[in-house]
């Protein structure tokens, strides 16, 4: 942020409360002019997720992701994508649903360790275990995907790894990845600077022992990399450090990172979702810019969704209000902003020109990854075989992988890119 923005912090606070909201009847009247309903009835109704789902007897982000989550789990630097389903499905069992969410649920869901951000919020979406905050997607990063099946070990790590600055998502999946090639001999502790190896062997994995053992490996790649030992020098991105390493040991590296490449050196790692959303080439990604529903949707079309989805939570972004409220705010702040201001079109226009600006900037680079290309196509396979889905574009999707995968995998992102395009370059 100093080297390219110029910015060394960024500080934020202070409240401006319009007498309009000071009045709960101004507000419980737009909800139910809208829903029928008070404001605390609807926020109540749409926030479920975060604060408790009766349906799976847990509560936020990583409790009810983690509880649904089957064979759809992403672990060992996203290695289970190759897995069978029945050996998806044992992993999510054995290691997740009987150990990590476990612990969560006793500690965290019975013992009511919950707290809001400082909103007064129905939510309360920080699920905490003492000083520790458990979200879905630091704990996957530096959980599963490293190895990691304890919460005690997942703590170690997360709280290092924030500690020391790092963003949890692209930290976590750069340390899987590093733990992926130390694994299979592409890298050396020496040339990394490091003393520990992964302990990856799931037929033996001992839940607590070798989930320590990955967190503390972590740990000692988090201070190397801060040190720039030996090799590992991230001075200008892991892609520029990955296209020279991988010359001298004539193999592409970063076949095994998952990320989303930006113009020349940006990288992203994706959300932890496995669907095809995740890696769309859309402007902006790591912010929920995309679409990440289970559902297997045509590229063009996803595209046109996931611009859709940037405007709307660009709506939530100007006007400060908290994504996990979307359920209703997206759809009423832009009527509020008429009953407020007598500006709704305007505002939405204003929507519309700021996606587009931000998408004339897009410079989207194709999946520099192999591991990117099976991440999509094996989803796809997943959504065929395991989910039986029936949309008629699918079979072709697959016809084609099946015959060029490269191929296949260039004319989907180009499609999802068009889609995009069609949807944003309007008002451009
Ligand atoms: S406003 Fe958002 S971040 Fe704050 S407690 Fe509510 S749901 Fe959580």
């Known amino acids: ?88 499905m044992a992993l999510h069992q054995n290691l997740v649903i009987e150990h990590y969410l476990k612990q969560f649920n006793e500690e ?32 996957q990063t530096m959980g599963p995907l ?16 924030d500690a020391m600055g790092f963003d949890a998502i692209s930290g976590g999946g750069v340390l899987a990845w ?20 992964p302990r990856w062997d799931t037929t033996n994995f001992d839940v ?14 988090i201070d190397a990399i801060l040190e720039r030992s030996s090799i590992l020098d991230f001075g200008e991105g892991v892609r520029k450090w990955s296209r020279i390493h991988s010359r001298e040991k004539e193999t592409a590296l970063h076949d095994r990172l998952v990320y989303i490449a930006f113009s020349r050196r940006g990288w992203m790692v994706p959300n932890q979702y496995w669907v095809a959303g995740a890696l769309a080439p859309m402007t902006i990604m790591g912010k929920y810019y995309m679409v990440y529903s289970n559902d297997f949707i045509s590229p063009r079309e996803l595209g046109k969704k996931c611009a859709e989805r940037m405007k709307k ?71 065929k075989e395991i989910d039986n889905d029936p949309h008629p574009e699918l079979s072709v999707w697959l016809e084609k992988f099946e015959r060029d995968r490269l191929e296949a995998a260039r004319e989907f992102w180009y499609e999802t890119l068009k889609g995009i395009d069609e949807n944003l370059r309007e008002f451009f």
């Open 313 to 383: 939570e660009l709506i939530l972004d100007n006007l400060g209000i908290c994504r996990f409220h979307r359920g209703w705010a997206e759809e009423l702040l832009p009527e509020v902003m008429g009953s407020l201001y007598n500006c709704t079109d305007q505002f939405l226009r204003a929507i519309d020109v700021l996606a587009s600006r931000l998408n004339s900037r897009n410079s989207p680079v194709f999946w520099e990854s192999e591991r990117n290309i099976d991440y999509l196509h094996t989803f796809l396979k997943r959504k």
């Open 208 to 221: 607590i022992n070798d989930s320590l053992h990955n967190a503390e490996l972590g740990c000692e790649l």
């Open 1 to 88: 942020m100093v080297r390219e923005h110029g910015i060394v912090a960024v500080i934020y606070g202070g409240t401006v409360v319009n007498e309009d909201f000071r009045d709960k009847q101004v507000a419980d009247e737009w909800f139910r002019n809208k829903y029928n309903l008070r404001l605390v009835e609807k926020d109540l109704e749409v926030t479920g997720k975060y604060r408790y789902d009766e349906k799976v007897g847990t509560g936020g982000t990583f409790g009810v992701n983690y509880a649904g989550m089957g064979g759809r789990i992403l672990a060992f630097n996203y290695r289970t994508i190759y897995q069978t389903e029945d050996e998806r």
């Open 146 to 161: 490293c190895g990691i099946f304890d919460q005690r070990a997942a703590e170690k790590l997360n709280h290092h790894c």
């Open 178 to 197: 590093l733990m992926d090639l130390l694994d299979e001999k592409l890298l050396t502790r020496e040339e990394l600077g490091i003393t520990k190896l």
């Open 108 to 139: 965290t869901i019975t013992g009511k360790q919950q707290a809001t951000c400082g909103e007064p919020c129905m939510a309360v979406c920080k699920k905490m275990n003492g000083i520790y905050k458990k979200d879905y997607e630091p704990y």
